[in-house]
């Protein structure tokens, strides 16, 4: 458990790394009927090994888990709820990475690389809302989540989404929020006050990504010198009409 005034700075984190360790975020996606894990940093929909994927959860309405399958392809991976999810939760270990002097990043701890002179495990987890009035389950998986304050799917575009942000089921304060991830992923929105809560205006009537990212100092550890965490908030602006 990390005491507050490590949480608090959390925020100096630089939160738009340009590593391959830390760039890229993960958020999920309606495409031609199928919910998609996108693995990406802004506009780039990357490719990215499925077995990475260490977790996915489901919920109705009345926050009741549902069954959900993931579907593991060759370049991404794919989530089949046995039915369709108010709320829907996914996680990516990404593993060990470490910086050669070269500025090269090795899949691999320290330990394991020569001279390295960075090194971090990174996760990244996405929470989805898509019913209006679901009530949010316990998330204790999801080591770094934005929790929206009120029901995000009632609030509309150009106004302010309240939410709290956890790091490990506890407040984070000075964590920065950037609140269009897929379209402006290098402009932050907001910053965490010391109960964890910010403002974040809703930017767009279809999907919004709202995300955060920290990296956590590690002691004792001979792989890896920091945990790096990302985490996004998803829903549509406006109800979707055919």
Same mark, same amino acid.
């Given at each position: 458990? &990390?005491?507050? !005034?490590?949480?608090? =700075? ?5 939160? %738009? ?6 760039? &890229? ?15 990406? @940093? ?5 490719? %990215? ?5 260490? +977790? ?19 370049? @991404?991976?794919?989530?089949? *709820?046995? !039915? *369709? ?23 691999? +701890? ?12 990174? %996760? ?18 999801? !080591? ?16 302010? $989404? *309240? ?65 790096? =965490? %990302?985490?996004? $908030? ?5 109800? @979707? &009409?055919?």
């Amino acid at each position: 458990m &990390h005491n507050l !005034k490590s949480i608090a =700075l959390l925020g100096l984190f630089a939160a %738009f790394a340009s590593t391959q360790a830390t760039a &890229h975020g993960l958020w999920t996606e309606q495409r031609r009927g199928n919910i998609e894990v996108i693995y990406g @940093h802004g506009a780039e929909d990357d490719a %990215f090994k499925a077995r990475k994927i260490s +977790g996915a959860w489901a919920y109705d309405s009345a926050g009741r888990m549902i069954p959900v399958t993931v579907q593991r392809l060759v370049d @991404h991976a794919r989530l089949q *709820p046995l !039915k *369709p999810p108010a709320v829907l939760a996914v996680a990516l270990d990404n593993g060990m990475w470490s910086q050669t002097a070269d500025q090269r990043w090795i899949n691999q +701890g320290r330990s394991q690389v020569p001279g390295a002179i960075e090194s971090t495990h990174t %996760f990244k987890y996405s929470l989805a809302i898509y019913q209006p009035g679901a009530k949010l389950p316990k998330l204790d998986s999801l !080591k770094l989540v934005i929790l929206p304050e009120v029901d995000p799917l009632t609030v509309g575009p150009g106004k302010n $989404l *309240p939410v709290r942000v956890l790091l490990d089921g506890q407040p984070a304060a000075g964590v920065k929020l950037i609140g269009d991830y897929r379209n402006a992923p290098n402009t932050l929105s907001s910053e965490t006050d010391a109960q964890g809560r910010a403002q974040v205006l809703v930017r767009n009537e279809g999907l919004n990504v709202i995300a955060a990212q920290v990296e956590v100092p590690l002691k004792d550890n001979p792989d890896v010198a920091s945990r790096g =965490l %990302f985490s996004s $908030l998803t829903f549509l602006g406006q109800p @979707h &009409h055919e």
